[in-house]
């Protein structure tokens, strides 16, 4: 599934006539609100540190209400905002919306939550030209002048809980930059970076869900493998045949059911076991000819428990992420994702 960006926009560009650095010299205060969050503070300061680097200008950062600063960038809502960039002007904002609006000689950068004002910045930052391609290694453009934006910007991302497991080294800041919000649920990124969303029962969850004594009573669920079915020595030497209806149902069903014993988890996984046993059965590789992948083993499930519907995103209920192992080469067709 490819990540959908924000509505395609030109950098910004001095339109407003405005600029927040002139000449290399700053022109606005970054204000915050007096009980201003620890990722709202780190908006701020990654604000401040990046436009630094871009210009050479230092925007103080000043507290909302003592700010007599006559032009501002607020990172969140504040009570000195004029009544168009007040909270409350916005309607309910979803926790992952965020907003970037001028207005009069402020800029207000914020969202539906900590983490969404914090992704306000960046989104920001990014207009300008800023890219954090490793921890280690990013793009910062030069130039003397930083102009204000003249266009309103609120975006709500459809994939809210976005999960990176590989092998680069969990560093907070840099996937927070680039709008991560866990290393799955073993690494959260912590609250000075927005928190994350409690994810679980891990990637692998068909061995955490089905037990294998139901494998005993119903062979034909277990994976064809060369022709045999496979025998759950261990995680890695079983999975589901995913096309066989019971099965899936079954698998489904626990996962619903964990899923409602654990209302604090904001992103339900579902996905196969860490095996190579995929299922080969003529129905099972019908499938993965129709609708590409290797092996694309818990899409199936995955589907079935969409159309049922037990969760939904952005209301409360757990979000679904899918877990993509070594077997898959290209994204499923016919489930609604971009490739």
Not at 27 to 40: F, K, T
Not at 175 to 202: C, K, L
Not at 244 to 269: C, K
Request: aromatic fraction near 8%; hydrophobic fraction near 35%; charge should be neutral.
């Amino acid at each position: 599934m490819s990540y959908d960006p924000p509505p395609a926009t030109p950098p910004v560009q001095a339109r407003s006539g405005k600029f927040l650095v002139r000449r290399r010299k700053a022109a606005y205060a970054i204000v915050l609100a007096l009980d201003s969050s620890p990722a709202e503070w780190t908006g701020a300061e990654e604000l401040r540190d990046h436009i630094r680097e871009i210009s050479g200008a230092e925007l103080p950062i000043a507290l909302e209400p003592y700010s007599d600063y006559p032009r501002a960038v607020a990172v969140g809502f504040n009570v000195g905002l004029p009544a168009p960039l007040r909270e409350e002007a916005f309607g309910r904002l979803d926790a992952e919306e965020l907003v970037i609006k001028p207005h009069g000689d402020t800029l207000l950068l914020a969202g539906g939550s900590p983490r969404a004002t914090l992704y306000a910045v960046y989104e920001f930052l990014h207009r300008l030209g800023v890219r954090w391609y490793s921890p280690d290694f990013t793009v910062i453009p030069r130039q003397q002048d930083i102009p204000l934006p003249s266009e309103t910007l609120c975006y709500a991302p459809p994939v809210t809980g976005r999960t990176f497991a590989a092998g680069i080294r969990q560093d907070p800041a840099w996937m927070a930059r680039n709008r991560v919000t866990s290393f799955a649920h073993w690494g959260p990124i912590g609250g000075r970076y927005g928190g994350a969303r409690a994810e679980g029962p891990d990637m692998h969850t068909v061995w955490r869900l089905v037990p294998t004594s139901v494998l005993d009573e119903h062979p034909e669920w277990a994976a064809e493998v060369d022709g045999q079915r496979t025998q759950p020595v261990n995680l890695n030497t079983w999975d589901l045949c995913y096309s066989n209806e019971e099965a899936r149902s079954y698998f489904v069903g626990r996962t619903v059911e964990w899923a409602r014993e654990h209302p604090d988890i904001g992103t339900v996984w579902i996905g196969q076991n860490d095996s190579p046993m995929h299922c080969g059965c003529g129905d099972c590789q019908a499938f993965y000819d129709a609708h590409g992948g290797g092996a694309l083993v818990g899409h199936r499930a995955a589907r079935q428990r969409t159309r049922r519907r037990p969760c939904r995103e952005r209301d409360g209920r757990p979000n679904r992420e899918d877990a993509g192992l070594r077997l898959e080469r290209r994204p499923p067709g016919g489930n609604g994702a971009s490739r």
